[in-house]
């Protein structure tokens, strides 16, 4: 039996004929499951981009009578995870009767407003720009999609003559316009014109395909991109090499990412100069065959093609003129150098927004780079979050298939400048960025927590991320990072965090850690020095090891972590919070605890000194100090438990209750606790206090600073 994935070779045949007959007579599932399966292809269409429709008949609940009803991806959704509630459903013979009332283009926005007055469904998501695209064409199932290939033939100088010639005139072409009801119009007139076509490719922008059914507009989808992808992998290098062919061979991948860790947070800084943003490098194949390539310099100015791409990364990338080998160490030298190359870029963003605004335009946007290309290194890109930092990576290796596919088969165009920002500034999409939610307290923050894995150090972890922030998972011990890694990607996704193993006794350990947060995200904003462990013994008991371990983990580490997190924060010249998790034993004498006490009061102190030489740069020292936080502690899961109940003369599960009882307040403190603490010291409240300490233990009166 002939199976329908072998004629395929450069998309991904996804159809379970099992799983799709599970869904007959229920065109919206199918439509549902259609659209997942085209969203898992990054071949087919970015995170976020295109359009998938069907036409059902259906009830309507006001007259009783059957009336077809489109379904069609609502604003702001992506098809790989689209679901039924993600979908609006609008009358049919509605959106038609619009027409009647069009104008012309000036009325493009107020249509939008209208398409809600023709909503079937009241519960389901309001209608994207895109709705008359789809609603116009008379196909009961409708992709409209943004793969490579077809945008390559879109982008390309004679793109449509090669359409026209690749498909034998099967394939219709519309030229570049703005998305909305004008270019709904445009794709209904060429299918009239042209009865018979299975598809429309539209200038600069992507592609429409149509069937009968849910699998026959999916294969139909499949088979249009498979040709275009074909035709382009037969065109390279038989014109002339790809980009040019190579002007330099970069370094090997481990150089690599030492130079990115390096430069990261320096170009972070330059890059949060209006609000804090996030990092994100890639050394993709495709990047560094385009950045390392003859052609970079003539085809990096010209921007994307596709509005879906640009609206992620900026019309155009910074390009940095820096040797791939160059010597990162010097940072102050290295920011001079760089410098000019920022400025330039926002004057040149800044005159790009005088030369097109409208008199309605909205205020400009930040004017950084979003994309910067590294020649010989890769490619860092910075947004809000990790997320859309990572989207942008991706979606800019988009534009680069792009133009790599149209200089094969003829020459790269990108769109019109005003045309771009037409697209940028779209008051629509100006509405879209208003509704978003409110940044959190620490969004665009990344932040580094010793000892996460685990109590008080993953509370804090938790709450940060909860809170926007993405955090640096890490511990010493490997089978508990592991344990916390799965949590974490369960409850918060891949782009909250990153994991590291960290030793804080371990100097090499140390920069390793600061080295993935400097090449995962860009930098760093926040150390919490929250890694321990406790020894409870008389003092004839204390041995040089015990004395030698509490001081190289607490006291030792907790230099050697902030004077590396101090390198980092002054390269992105932004400051920064170091928070050191001490404890009330800093301040209280107690029975056998020689050792850690007075660890802890040389962390206190060190926080003080710390403080007082990390101000001229706007870096913070603040401490918590905890007492008995014992739910998921580590050091309370030996003998330090046993060593205190023994000191005070109690059973070991009745430590909880008798902390409790010695306190004001007569609580049992919780890892969550000290993380309120400390979301407080770093959440913007507090941005003008440094040298503090901050007791969360219930109130002991002995403990009191003052």
């Not at 790809?242 to 330059?270: C, H, M, N, T, Y």
């Not at 890109?381 to 800019?396: G, H």
């Not at 947060?517 to 919490?528: E, K, R, S």
Request: charged fraction near 25%; charge should be negative; include cysteine.
């Amino acid at each position: 039996m002939f199976d329908e994935r072998n004629r395929f070779k450069r998309v991904s045949y996804l159809w379970d004929e099992t799983e799709a007959a599970k869904l007959v007579g229920d065109e919206v599932a199918l439509l549902l499951y259609r659209s997942n399966l085209l969203g898992a292809d990054l071949r087919l269409t970015n995170y976020g981009g295109g359009n998938t429709s069907c036409k059902t008949e259906a009830l309507d609940p006001l007259t009783g009578d059957l009336t077809e009803v489109m379904w069609i991806k609502g604003s702001g959704g992506d098809i790989g995870t689209l679901k039924r509630n993600g979908l609006a459903a609008l009358y049919v013979e509605r959106l038609k009767s619009l027409k009647k009332i069009y104008t012309g283009l000036d009325q493009e926005d107020k249509m939008v407003e209208l398409f809600n007055h023709c909503i079937y469904d009241l519960d389901s998501k309001a209608p994207s720009i895109d709705t008359p695209l789809h609603g116009f064409l008379p196909f009961k199932h409708i992709d409209h999609l943004h793969p490579d290939a077809a945008i390559a033939i879109a982008a390309a100088k004679d793109g449509q003559q090669i359409t026209y010639d690749l498909f034998e005139g099967t394939i219709g072409w519309v030229d570049w316009q703005k998305p909305g009801f004008d270019l709904g119009l445009k794709l209904k007139k060429c299918v009239d014109e042209n009865p018979g076509i299975r598809g429309i490719m539209l200038g600069s922008h992507g592609l429409f395909t149509w069937g009968k059914t849910a699998y026959e507009s999916y294969v139909n989808t499949l088979e249009v991109i498979e040709i275009c992808a074909t035709y382009l992998e037969e065109n390279y290098n038989k014109k002339r090499p790809v980009f040019g062919g190579q002007k330099l061979s970069g370094p090997d991948q481990s150089v690599r990412e030492a130079q990115a860790a390096l430069l990261s947070p320096i170009l972070r800084g330059f890059c949060s100069s209006e609000r804090h943003m996030v990092g994100h490098f890639t050394d993709d194949a495709r990047v560094l065959e385009f950045i390392n390539s003859n052609d970079l310099a003539r085809l990096a100015p010209l921007g994307t093609s596709c509005p879906d791409h640009f609206l992620r990364t900026k019309i155009s990338p910074l390009v940095l003129e820096l040797e791939a080998l160059a010597d990162l160490s010097d940072a102050d030298k290295i920011k001079e150098l760089l410098a000019p190359a920022f400025v330039t870029y926002r004057e040149i963003y800044a005159a790009y927004y005088e030369r097109c605004k409208h008199e309605n335009s909205p205020a400009m946007r930040d004017a950084n780079p979003v994309v910067i290309l590294y020649p010989g290194i890769g490619l860092f890109s910075f947004s809000k979050d990790k997320q859309t930092a990572r989207v942008a990576a991706e979606f800019y290796i988009n534009a680069i298939n792009v133009m790599k596919g149209a200089e094969a088969i003829s020459e790269y165009t990108s769109l019109p400048r005003q045309e771009a920002f037409n697209i940028e500034y779209w008051l629509l999409e100006e509405a879209k960025l208003q509704r978003m939610p409110k940044p959190k307290a620490l969004s665009g923050k990344i932040a580094l927590i010793t000892g996460s894995a685990g109590g008080i150090g993953k509370a804090i972890s938790k709450k940060f991320v909860e809170e926007g922030a993405v955090v640096i998972l890490n511990d010493n011990d490997a089978g508990r990072l592991a344990q916390a890694d799965q949590e974490f990607e369960s409850l918060y996704g891949k782009d909250a965090y990153t994991t590291a193993l960290l030793d804080v006794t371990n100097a090499e350990g140390i920069n390793k850690a600061f080295n993935i947060a400097a090449l995962v995200f860009g930098g760093l904003d926040i150390v919490v020095n929250c890694a321990g462990l406790s020894i409870s013994k008389p003092i004839e008991a204390h041995t040089d090891k015990d004395w030698d371990l509490l001081y190289n983990v607490l006291v030792k580490g907790q230099f050697k972590v902030t004077q590396a997190s101090v390198g980092i924060m002054r390269k992105q010249a932004m400051g920064g919070d170091i928070l050191n998790i001490v404890s009330k034993n800093a301040l209280v004498s107690g029975p056998d605890n020689a050792g850690y006490g007075s660890a802890k009061a040389a962390q206190l102190h060190l926080s003080r000194l710390t403080a007082a030489e990390l101000g001229a740069d706007k870096i913070r020292v603040n401490v918590v100090n905890p007492d008995a936080v014992i739910s998921d502690s580590k050091i309370w899961e030996g003998e330090w438990a046993a060593g205190r109940a023994k000191a005070y003369g109690i059973k070991v599960e009745d430590l909880p209750s008798f902390y409790a009882k010695r306190t004001l307040l007569n609580k049992i403190i919780l890892p969550e606790d000290i993380a309120n603490a400390c979301l407080v010291f770093v959440g913007g409240l507090l941005n003008k206090s440094t040298g503090n300490v901050l007791n969360v233990d219930g109130g002991v009166a002995m403990a009191f600073v003052r």
